[in-house]
């Protein structure tokens, strides 16, 4: 009976002693406080990533580069992504920048065609838009289209 006891502390001992994997978490939104801002939405990513953070977690964020976000103070990374677009592949290029007050990495994605516009980011509207598509003219059906490919 005291061998099983001691064999049994012995493998929990292991078990805890044995390096843990980092966790990484990658935070894609269509809204980030401060830089876009329409709701809730935008304060949870604005925030959630800096907790995570400090429990020493790998987290990044993923958003568009809107229109009104300031381009220049964002790092332009060399080469560019290919997205699947609703009229076929696109190509958009990346910038880096940083959560304010923190070092949380922020990928903004940056697509001219769909993103440079102001009102981007208005993801409550674009949410009860989209259920109600036969009432959306051509400009409405193309927010519609931003907003499922990247929130999907």
């Not at 044995?18 to 990484?24: H, V």
């Not at 978490?25 to 329409?38: C, H, M, N």
């Not at 009229?87 to 923190?102: C, D, F, I």
């Not at 109600?132 to 519609?144: A, D, R, T």
Request: charged share 25%.
């Amino acid at each position: 009976m005291m061998a099983e006891t001691d064999d049994e502390t012995s493998r929990s001992t292991a078990v805890s002693t044995a390096p843990r994997r980092r966790l990484s978490v990658l935070v894609v939104a269509s809204e980030v406080a401060p830089f876009r801002k329409t709701g809730g939405l935008a304060d949870v990513i604005g925030a959630l990533p800096k907790a995570l953070a400090a429990r020493d977690i790998d987290v990044r964020v993923v958003t568009p580069l809107y229109a009104g976000i300031p381009w220049n103070d964002q790092e332009r990374l060399d080469g560019a992504l290919s997205v699947p677009m609703y009229y076929g592949r696109g190509r958009a290029a990346v910038r880096l920048g940083t959560l304010p007050s923190s070092s949380v990495p922020i990928y903004f994605i940056e697509h001219h065609r769909y993103y440079d516009r102001y009102g981007g980011g208005r993801c409550r509207e674009m949410r009860a838009a989209c259920m109600h598509k036969e009432e959306l003219g051509e400009q409405g059906m193309g927010n519609c289209r931003r907003y499922r490919e990247l929130c999907g």
